[in-house]
């Protein structure tokens, strides 16, 4: 059974980095062919996805994001991590990561930022 746990502050000051980790347990981040994503919703909002690592190491973002992102992993550790950079309180939100294989089947709890001063 594949597992994936959220950890990272709950509160970034505006203009800092939000950084996030993913850990996963049961399975590989780097067994072909899967992606391991992140995903966010803020309140009232629907999901949106934020970027992702696939199993060889590339990455890819979200266009809208691109500028303030970046996702890298840790294989040894069988995590991987968000950077978001230059946060605004509109970045608050649940942050989920998941995992990708022909659609989302397994994700995270989630795990609730704030952006405030």
């Known amino acids: 059974q594949v597992q994936l746990q959220e950890s990272g502050p709950g509160l970034v000051k505006p203009s800092q980095t939000l950084s996030l980790t993913c850990t996963v347990s049961?399975?590989?981040?780097?067994?072909?062919?899967?992606?391991w994503s992140w995903i966010r919703q803020p309140p009232g909002k629907g999901l949106e996805w934020m970027g992702a690592?696939?199993?060889?190491?590339?990455?890819y973002y979200s266009p809208s994001l691109k500028s303030r992102t970046s996702i890298s992993r840790d294989t040894s550790k069988n995590q991987f991590t968000l950077q978001l950079s230059s946060v605004t309180p509109e970045d608050t939100a649940v942050y989920y990561c998941?995992?990708?294989?022909?659609?989302?089947?397994?994700w995270g709890q989630g795990t609730q930022v704030t952006v405030s001063s």
């Open positions: 998941a995992r990708w294989y022909r659609g989302y089947d397994y």
């Open positions: 049961g399975g590989s981040i780097t067994t072909n062919y899967y992606y």
């Open positions: 690592i696939a199993y060889s190491g590339s990455t």
